[in-house]
């Protein structure tokens, strides 16, 4: 597998690059992020996307832009802290991944002991840039744990884009994906185009394309048959919040993927880092769920594919139930049934190392 080092987020002091990935697979374009509206605005309309890069993305923001802040004390930082906070958390409501790298951000800034403005500005810079090479190595963590449900010849269904776009780096799903084969297993992939915004076909199938593993792409609707006729090993998909019970929420069509999975006796495993872990919501009911304009259903590339006007309904996100998944496969092993349990558990011996005490 050769090493595709795809940097979607990186950190250039003055400003963020990110790549655009609106305009993927046709064109690789830069966005040079110059301040908190940028970067709110890339996450809008999804130039950057997938749960853990957002939650990169709104803290290297936060670190960038109060930089700029003309601030005699910590104390006067603070205010301006909240704001860019509250405008970056309003972005997209249901990866709780957001809330979680910002409330690391704004715990650094309330409990950094500092009185010099300079010291506590570098310090969140530092912190921005630590949750992102964190991420990349929990990410590698989660592959490693993930791989051994990986039989060694495997076909494996995903939906949605989880690889180094949708992350720090190396990606959730695909980072399971892609250390079953350096493991020298024989994966085959089937990627789901994800509709409306097809990230499986533009995003997922560009990835395994420069890394070299061999994959086929469907239509969504097509998952079903391919089961039936062609038979799968497991599904790995990512989540945007997963909810005390085990509950998880990912891209609209994983609950219909998990549905199918279950009439196929195909394994179901979400792979998901531990800030992706939402304990204070207890079950997938109460998530929030994300509803985008209909112009994403009513069009494909700018071109009208329905009558003007028509309803629409555009959730970006559903909900699959815990009885559904196998395994949560995170950076501290794979959790399995009970979810209530276990969760708790892995949250209460590992999940705070990384989170903190709440
Ligand atoms: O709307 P998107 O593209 O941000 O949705 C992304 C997903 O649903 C991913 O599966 C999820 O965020 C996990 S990414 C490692």
Redesign the pocket.
Known sequence: MQDSSIKAITWEGDHIRILDQTKLPVQEVYLECRNIEDVACAIER?SV??????GVAAAMALAMECQKVNAGTPEELMPHLEQMSIRLMNT?PT?V?LKWALKKMMDKALNSRTSDVEALKDALKQEAIRIYHDDIKINMAIGGHGQAAVPQEATVIT?????SL??GGY????GVIRTAVKNGKSVFVVSSETRP?M?GSRLTAWELQKDGIPFVLIADSMAGYYMKKKGADLVI????RIAANGDSA??IG?YSLSVLAKEHNIPFYV??PFS?IDMSVKSGEDIPI?ERPSEEITSIAGKPVAPESVNVWNP??DVVPNSYIAGIITEGGIIRQPFNENIKKAFDEKGEEINGKS
Do not use: S, V
């Open positions: 999804l996307r997938g749960a853990p890069a957002i997209r990866a991944n939906i949605c884009n989880t690889g949708a992350t990606g959730t799903a695909l915004l990230q998909t990512g989540a945007d990912n891209k994983t792979a998901a992706t994300e970006a996100f």
